[in-house]
């Protein structure tokens, strides 16, 4: 069993949780409380000198970034001949590159808008939810061709843009307005193992200031 330093509203930390369901791993589940200054405790500053979650320990190992993890636990624990994770390096590059989009323009810009009004009671930005709009915008031109982000099968890449987009809608993100998206969205609410963890998760954001 692996230790799993998390918050339940943290969409990294859930899409952990929703690929460790896949791969039929067992996480030893530690809630950090983030908002009580848990993350800057000496034995986890010791354990993470980044102080942040989602943080993974596999023995010797500690990860502390959700999509390095998604990654390890398909490689290390998958079966042989998962579509988690394919050993395929054309189809991993695809997934790689949309992990890549929700770590780097997805998730920054969804924090970007909403973690000012969660967190600080600040007023919405207009620039800022157009910013994560258009990366909702590019979403929906990937999902235009296949019936996942990175092709025709559910994939760790799938996992991890659920997760953030799940914390979107729980606070008040349409996606009506994005067909592609909303179709895929429905597919996953009603298919990816974890869902419901996903989902409650979620609505755990929403008392978190």
């Known amino acids: 069993m692996l230790d799993f330093y998390y918050l339940p509203g943290s969409a990294p930390c859930r899409a952990v949780q929703m690929v460790a369901q896949a791969v039929d791993v067992q996480l030893n589940l530690q809630y950090l409380d983030l908002m009580a200054g848990a993350h800057r405790s000496a034995n986890f500053t010791k354990l993470n000198p980044q102080q942040t979650i989602p943080t993974l320990v596999d023995g010797s190992l500690v990860l502390c970034e959700s999509r390095a993890a998604l990654i390890y636990l398909c490689e290390r624990y998958a079966k042989e001949g998962n579509d988690w994770y394919p050993q395929d390096i054309i189809q991993r590059a695809?997934?790689?590159?949309?992990?890549?989009?929700?770590?780097?323009v997805l998730y920054p810009r969804f924090t970007d808008y909403y973690h000012p009004q969660v967190f600080g009671n600040a007023a919405p930005d207009a620039k800022k939810r157009a910013a994560f709009e258009r990366s909702v915008e590019l979403l929906d031109l990937f999902l235009m061709e296949h019936e996942f982000v990175a092709g025709s099968?559910?994939?760790?890449a799938d996992i991890s843009i659920f997760a953030t987009l799940t914390t979107a809608?729980?606070?008040?993100?349409?996606?009506?307005?994005?067909?592609?998206?909303?179709?895929?969205?429905?597919?996953?609410?009603?298919s990816c193992p974890g869902a419901q963890v996903n989902v409650t998760g979620a609505k755990?954001?929403?008392?978190?200031?």
């Open 94 to 104: 695809t997934i790689n590159q949309r992990l890549f989009f929700d770590a780097c």
């Open 169 to 190: 809608c729980v606070l008040g993100f349409d996606l009506n307005r994005y067909a592609n998206v909303d179709r895929w969205y429905l597919t996953m609410m009603g």
């Open 204 to 209: 755990e954001f929403l008392k978190y200031k």
């Open 153 to 156: 099968k559910m994939n760790i």
